[in-house]
């Protein structure tokens, strides 16, 4: 039993060791734009991969079924999203990088677009005189994808050092138009770009070679038939074939040459043996490669899955995973490979270039061991998992020869499921601090706090933003908590404060102050504010059936709502509806609403307060609400800011808070402090006059049920105070 423990121990650390090395790696620049470039290409790939199964879905092909015009636009739909990809995440990787530039270094803004022009420009001079043939060698999928890697990352790496080391014009003074200043003052950057590819191409044709793409074919097709062996030559062709994928390049496609001579020939010469009534002399063919080692696709992908299904917890990558498994069914696997993605992910390295060659060697032993039938039938390559198993070998052998080899790919991907999803996990809190950081600022990126920021934490943004107005429309997902608010001198529970609180399915409990950033990104904030307005009037139903009507409940609202036609509609409808008396309800407004009152606002304002609504000024002390605003608008409470009472007071604060507690004693204006954490910061507020305060001395935010037996057990309690108080007396009195 120790034995097995000490394993699993081990076994632990090093997952949390590479765990953390993975998460390293991949948190680099070039992997962080690689991640969010192919995110967005990734719809584009989707949609290709369903029609590229539609044009080739076994049986259906050459049978006659798809008219010419319907197999016509299957083919355009191919061409239009498998053809420019390439092309398109050549852009998306340098607008990516240009964020990045803008973000991460300090010097003068420069506009991401331009860094999309230089690569493509770049793009297009290392690759010669564009025809429409070889253009689609160039910006498909298949064949342009390791291209646009390679020009995308050096060229805006070399325009961001040129920038950095000031490589640009002076033209202070050449005009109000300030884009085409910051244009033209970046022109040396741009051209000393351009022409480092122009001397690149040069390198290449000097060397013989029409194109960067012909120099790497040829590179590769070497390395592939380094050996006269079959097995050594298979071998080679899985693992080249795997690194090309792990790089973007479309590895049979990279490897056709290979395909069309030795695998051809080799099943040819397979076919001939059998009807001259020899054995099968060739294991490898191009059936082989496709049941035995690319099931699912490359890099086993179906074995990813399947481990995926069973141990990720990450459900972004499981929704990617469900997307991707009809078309992985039919060994098409490239919404997977840049859906989570694969290519080029640090976590996924090791098995996606290992697994594949694991899997050859199982195969080609079972295969030479007579376990499995040699491959003597040609089945074209998107026939579905096991089906072309057992119709390549003509028995179940093959078949299940599939399902062993993908147990074996299933049990090698888990541990690094179990990674991934911890680097996820990382990268989602380093994402959601930023999301938090922009919720709390003033600065709003185009127009919005949350969801106009780049890169992935935007991503995380827009994705909540969408799933917030969801829940909103469902009334799921959002529930409220209370905290009361307690008059320590008379020992009562004045009301509750009313808190929005959002458990997302996904991403667990969402902090309320990226919620409220999010809801006015997406222009529902006043939404919000009304379905908090509803339960807590609901609430406060319930527990005044209970302990009366002297309790209230305090809701925020935002400054947009004040602004609302219909505002004192919509609250006298929640308290008519709830049952809930006006002077029941108090409405907390910030001190900016305070400051910016005038016109519809200030009228508004006064009508809530003469239907006997309480208005309070919420976190006062912060900001710049002076005297005047006490004086002229219609407030009855103030509440000090948990800043200046949080943790112990220091003079500065103790001055501000005793200002503040003295003030509107003078004014005969009810206070109440917020942030009471302890016994000790109690005790200096009572001294300084403070009586009424809220905080988690008293009782954390808590749910309505919660809050009922909280009552519950302060009212017993300081009932049994007072009773033991009246028996005191009455023995004084006695004696």
């Known amino acids: 039993m120790n034995k097995l423990s000490w394993l699993v121990d081990a076994d632990s650390l090093v997952i949390s060791t590479l765990g953390r090395r993975l998460d390293w790696i991949g948190s680099r620049v070039f992997f962080r734009v690689l991640q969010r470039s192919q995110l967005q290409v990734f719809p584009l790939i989707v949609v290709g991969a369903v029609f590229l199964c539609l044009l080739n879905f076994p049986f259906l092909k050459d049978s006659g079924i798809f008219s010419a015009t319907f197999t016509k636009l299957l083919q355009d739909v191919v061409s239009g999203t498998y053809g420019v990809a390439a092309l398109v995440l050549l852009c998306s990787m340098s607008y990516n990088f240009g964020l990045i530039h803008n973000k991460e270094y300090s010097g003068e803004y420069v506009s991401p677009n331009l860094f999309i022009v230089i690569s493509l420009s770049c793009f297009f001079v290392l690759h010669g005189d564009i025809d429409f043939k070889s253009f689609a060698d160039i910006a498909s999928l298949g064949k342009g994808i390791a291209q646009a890697f390679f020009v995308s990352s050096f060229s805006c790496y070399l325009l961001h050092k040129f920038i950095q080391f000031r490589f640009r014009l002076e033209v202070s003074g050449s005009g109000y138009d300030i884009f085409s200043r910051e244009i033209l003052s970046l022109i040396p950057a741009c051209v000393a770009v351009i022409l480092v590819f122009v001397l690149l191409k040069q390198i290449i044709l000097f060397s013989g070679y029409s194109s960067l793409s012909e120099l790497y074919r040829k590179a590769v097709l070497v390395v592939v038939s380094l050996s006269d062996s079959d097995f050594l030559n298979g071998l080679f062709y899985t693992i080249t074939s795997q ?216 991503f995380v943004a827009r994705s909540l933003a969408s799933d917030l107005v969801r829940a909103l429309r469902t009334e799921e997902q959002l529930y409220m908590v209370f905290q009361p608010q307690i008059d320590d001198d008379a020992g ?81 409808g929640c308290l008519r509806s709830a049952g809930v008396p006006p002077y029941c309800l108090e409405i907390e407004i910030t001190e900016s609403v305070a400051m910016s009152t005038s016109g519809k606002e200030l009228q508004n304002l006064n009508r809530l307060r003469e239907l006997g609504i309480r208005i309070s000024i919420d976190d006062f002390g912060m900001g710049h609400t002076s005297l005047r605003y006490l004086r002229e608008l219609p407030i009855d409470k103030v509440k000090i800011d948990r800043s200046l009472t949080f943790g112990s007071l220091n003079d500065v604060n103790r001055h501000i808070v005793a200002s503040i507690l003295e003030l509107c004693r003078n004014i005969e204006m009810k206070v109440v402090v917020e942030g009471v954490e302890n016994a000790e910061q109690l005790r200096s507020l009572r001294k300084l006059g403070g009586t009424c305060f809220q905080g988690y001395y008293f009782s954390r935010p808590i749910t309505g049920e919660d809050c009922l037996r909280f009552m519950d057990e302060w009212n017993d309690k300081h009932n049994r105070l007072n009773d033991s108080d009246l028996l005191v007396a009455e023995v004084v009195l006695a004696d």
Not at 287 to 300: A, E, H, R, Y
Not at 370 to 377: A, D, M, S
Not at 384 to 413: D, E, H, K, M, R
Request: glycine residues 8%.
């Open 243 to 458: 690194l090309l994928w792990f790089f973007g390049a479309h590895g049979p496609n990279s490897l056709s040459f290979f395909d069309s001579t030795v695998l051809a020939d080799n099943l040819a010469a397979n076919i001939i043996n059998i009807q001259s009534g020899m054995a099968p002399t060739h294991i490898l063919t191009k059936g082989f490669l496709d049941n035995f080692t690319m099931i699912g696709g490359s890099g086993l992908t179906m074995s990813l899955l399947i481990a995926i299904f069973l141990k990720g917890r990450d459900s972004g990558t499981k929704r990617i995973s469900q997307l991707a498994l009809l078309v992985c069914l039919f060994n098409v696997n490239e919404p997977l490979l840049f859906g989570i993605p694969l290519v080029l992910n640090p976590v996924y390295a090791i098995p996606f270039l290992l697994i594949p060659s694991i899997a050859y060697c199982l195969a080609y032993a079972a295969t030479a061991l007579g376990l499995v039938p040699y491959i003597v039938h040609a089945v074209h390559w998107t026939t579905p998992v096991f089906l072309n198993g057992y119709l390549s070998t003509g028995t179940w052998a093959g078949v299940w020869l599939q399902v062993f080899i993908l147990g074996v790919g299933v049990g090698l991907y888990m541990p690094f499921v179990l990674i991934s999803d911890r680097v996820m996990k990382k990268q989602y809190d380093r994402g959601m601090n930023e999301i938090i950081v922009a919720a709390r600022g003033e600065d709003a990126s185009i127009g919005f706090k949350c969801v106009g920021l780049p890169g992935f934490e935007g």
């Open 492 to 572: 009562e529970i004045l009301g509750v404060e009313a808190l929005i609180r959002w458990n997302h399915p996904a991403y667990g409990h969402i902090s309320p102050e990226v919620v409220v950033a999010l809801a006015e990104d997406m222009n529902c904030i006043d939404e919000l504010s009304y379905f908090v307005l509803r339960e807590s009037c609901n609430q406060l139903a319930v527990w005044q059936e209970r302990f009366g009507y002297h309790l209230f409940v305090s809701v925020n609202f935002p400054p947009s709502l004040f602004r609302a036609n219909e505002l004192e509609a919509e609250v006298l």
